[in-house]
């Protein structure tokens, strides 16, 4: 949606309004669409500095940075709230509402049913997410608690601002979730034209049809160096009490697409924070099910991938990849050739960014969230440490072994 640049009087430029990432599926940062192939954050001065200094072997591994663009919060003329983002590049596009955007028919949707400012009780009125709640639970609790399967059609009909039925495609809840903590919070501790600034990154599931991906959290360790001693304690009691001490993992979200019944299985970072060691292992042997049976080729070129990074990791001294995540992405929609019962071709090996060649499986791993990362020579580092992450290497070297027991039918 591009909107007129109310906020500065005289300012003809158009602004891009940002969506929801309708494929979120973990963190607690608002993640927002800027276009079909680019997302964007609040940015952190910590996590920019990272991408900007990315060491060339990790960069197959990590969203492509794009820069930084100014946003500001918008009221329309309903009351309707959202994010607007000065364009990267000057744009005089009169004023318009895209009547093909499903994230927001499903946002205005949601702000209708409760006032402008979105409020989380209409997640839990959302069809998907009609869940049975304790009288003390709040509404968000409700829909994100882990016991719950969160499922959602692949495709129906909403209406956009003006009328206008649109198709909306199956989407994570969390997305929605964390955009209404991050408006709600802007709207309470900041005026209407402050500026702020957001990264840009690659969309990296853009390309997927009915993307599926686990969110993991890796290592040993979640806090920062800068952390405060109650927030220390709180992120040592959560790897304590998961599967983050034993395996030096945990899961963080999920989204598989179920071809038998055509909606996305939702699993939040609830759901992976109770796990047992077993429990994490039927976990990945979920989310390479589509609901009628394994997805048995991506465990290979998965697992090529998982090496790889594991000796790129291996190969970067100094850094600490604290709180940062991993996600595993790939297409649930398969191809034609590679429908149930049909022969799976030999895997090959993957090239860069998860492409194969044609008729091979595509997938995807990337690290993500580095608003905690450090190594020699960051700014403003009180701490430097030698050799490579311990924690991210023991958290890789057993989620390959238990992909790998998987792969072997254990």
Same mark, same amino acid.
């Given at each position: 949606m591009v909107?007129?640049?109310s906020?500065d009087?005289? %300012?003809?430029?158009?602004?891009v309004?940002?969506e929801?990432?309708?494929?979120? &599926?973990g963190?607690h940062?608002?993640v927002?669409k800027?276009d079909?192939?680019t997302? @964007?954050?609040?940015l952190i001065?910590r996590?920019?500095?990272?991408?900007?200094?990315?060491?060339?072997?990790? =960069?197959?591994?990590t969203?492509?940075?794009?820069g930084t663009?100014?946003v500001?919060?918008?009221?329309?003329?309903t009351?309707?709230?959202? #994010?607007?983002?000065?364009?990267?590049?000057?744009s005089?596009?009169p004023?318009?509402?895209?009547?093909?955007?499903a994230? /927001?028919?499903?946002w205005?949707?949601l702000q209708q049913?409760t006032g402008s400012?979105?409020s989380?009780c209409?997640l839990?009125?959302w069809p998907?997410a009609q869940?049975?709640?304790s009288p003390?639970?709040s509404?968000a =609790?409700?829909?994100?608690?882990?016991?719950?399967?969160?499922?959602?059609?692949? +495709?129906?009909?909403a209406?956009?601002?003006?009328?206008?039925?649109?198709?909306?495609?199956s989407f994570n809840?969390?997305?929605l979730?964390c955009?209404q903590?991050?408006?709600t919070?802007?709207?309470s501790?900041y005026p209407e034209? =402050?500026?702020?600034?957001?990264?840009?990154l690659e969309?990296?599931v +853009?390309q997927?049809?009915?993307p @599926?991906i686990?969110?993991?959290k890796m290592g $040993?360790?979640?806090?920062? %160096?800068?952390?405060?001693e109650e927030k220390k304690?709180?992120? /040592?009691? =959560?790897?304590?009490?998961?599967?983050?001490?034993?395996?030096?993992?945990?899961? @963080?979200?999920?989204? &598989?697409?179920?071809?038998d019944?055509?909606?996305?299985? @939702?699993k939040?970072k609830?759901?992976g924070r109770?796990l +047992?060691?077993?429990g994490?292992?039927? !976990?990945?042997?979920q989310f390479?099910?589509?609901g009628?049976?394994?997805?048995r080729?991506?465990l290979e070129?998965i697992l090529?991938q998982l090496r790889?990074l594991l000796?790129?990791i291996?190969?970067?001294?100094s850094?600490?990849f604290?709180?940062?995540?991993?996600?595993?992405?790939? %297409?649930?929609q398969e191809?034609?050739?590679?429908a149930p019962g049909?022969p799976?071709?030999?895997?090959?090996p993957?090239? !860069?960014h998860?492409?194969?060649? +044609?008729? #091979? $499986?595509k997938v995807?791993v990337?690290?993500i969230?580095?608003a905690?990362?450090?190594?020699k020579?960051s700014?403003?580092?009180?701490?430097t440490y030698d050799?490579?992450?311990p924690g991210y290497?023991?958290g890789?070297e057993n989620?390959i072994?238990?992909?790998?027991?998987?792969q072997?039918?254990?």
């Amino acid at each position: 949606m591009v909107v007129q640049n109310s906020a500065d009087a005289g %300012d003809m430029r158009a602004g891009v309004q940002l969506e929801p990432f309708l494929h979120q &599926v973990g963190g607690h940062m608002s993640v927002m669409k800027y276009d079909e192939h680019t997302v @964007c954050k609040p940015l952190i001065s910590r996590e920019q500095r990272f991408y900007e200094s990315l060491p060339l072997a990790m =960069k197959q591994f990590t969203p492509q940075y794009k820069g930084t663009i100014t946003v500001h919060l918008w009221k329309d003329s309903t009351g309707h709230l959202s #994010l607007v983002a000065n364009p990267v590049k000057e744009s005089r596009e009169p004023f318009k509402v895209s009547t093909e955007s499903a994230a /927001m028919a499903i946002w205005q949707t949601l702000q209708q049913t409760t006032g402008s400012s979105g409020s989380a009780c209409a997640l839990a009125q959302w069809p998907h997410a009609q869940l049975a709640r304790s009288p003390k639970e709040s509404p968000a =609790k409700a829909l994100l608690r882990s016991e719950t399967h969160l499922n959602t059609p692949a +495709s129906s009909l909403a209406e956009d601002a003006n009328g206008n039925q649109v198709e909306r495609k199956s989407f994570n809840p969390w997305g929605l979730h964390c955009h209404q903590a991050h408006l709600t919070r802007l709207c309470s501790e900041y005026p209407e034209n =402050k500026r702020h600034r957001f990264l840009l990154l690659e969309n990296v599931v +853009s390309q997927y049809t009915h993307p @599926c991906i686990l969110d993991l959290k890796m290592g $040993t360790r979640q806090h920062g %160096d800068d952390a405060s001693e109650e927030k220390k304690a709180r992120h /040592m009691r =959560k790897c304590a009490q998961s599967t983050s001490a034993c395996l030096g993992v945990r899961i @963080c979200g999920m989204q &598989v697409y179920q071809t038998d019944k055509k909606y996305f299985l @939702c699993k939040d970072k609830y759901y992976g924070r109770k796990l +047992s060691v077993e429990g994490f292992r039927q !976990a990945l042997y979920q989310f390479l099910h589509n609901g009628s049976h394994l997805r048995r080729e991506l465990l290979e070129p998965i697992l090529q991938q998982l090496r790889a990074l594991l000796s790129v990791i291996r190969s970067q001294s100094s850094y600490r990849f604290y709180s940062s995540s991993l996600l595993i992405i790939y %297409d649930g929609q398969e191809p034609p050739e590679r429908a149930p019962g049909s022969p799976h071709p030999q895997e090959a090996p993957q090239a !860069a960014h998860g492409s194969s060649p +044609s008729g #091979l $499986t595509k997938v995807d791993v990337r690290m993500i969230d580095f608003a905690h990362t450090t190594y020699k020579g960051s700014w403003n580092e009180h701490t430097t440490y030698d050799g490579p992450d311990p924690g991210y290497i023991f958290g890789l070297e057993n989620l390959i072994r238990i992909l790998q027991d998987i792969q072997e039918g254990e």
